[in-house]
């Protein structure tokens, strides 16, 4: 019987992220926000960045995975589909690029170190040979 009752939950919870799937495809480029909360109900969370208002839903509840947004700007759908990662801003890149402290470093070992050291390890990693015959 529980076994039942899991299996009837698990094909629903399944049917509901395919029908949520299906309603977030049906949105379309120039629709306003009330005819996408018609068709997909309230987005999971939002947010306002440059004018642009951004929605995002969650197929499957607290489910990263399945998250998808739709964008908005001056009311009307210019784009959809997953999340896309945020860009850096040119004042970001520019703070990014330019570096105010020289980097520079000190090597550990000399050359003659460094050969020593990668001789060694050589002799480490060949196999050591065994004798054919046995000293008397």
Known sequence: ???????????????????????????????????????????????????????????????????????????KVVEKGLRRKPLLSPEELDSLNKSDKEISFKPRYTQDQLRQLLKEEAEKAKPKRKEKFEKI
């Open 1 to 75: 019987m529980r076994f039942l009752l899991l299996c009837f939950l698990f094909l629903n919870a399944c049917r509901s992220a395919d029908k949520r799937l299906m309603e977030f495809e049906a949105i379309e480029l120039g629709m306003a926000k009330t005819d996408v909360i018609a068709l997909a109900g309230a987005p999971s969370w939002s947010d306002r960045k440059e004018d642009q208002d951004r929605w995002f839903y969650y197929l499957v509840p607290d489910d990263r995975e399945t998250e998808r947004v739709v964008y908005f700007e001056n009311g």
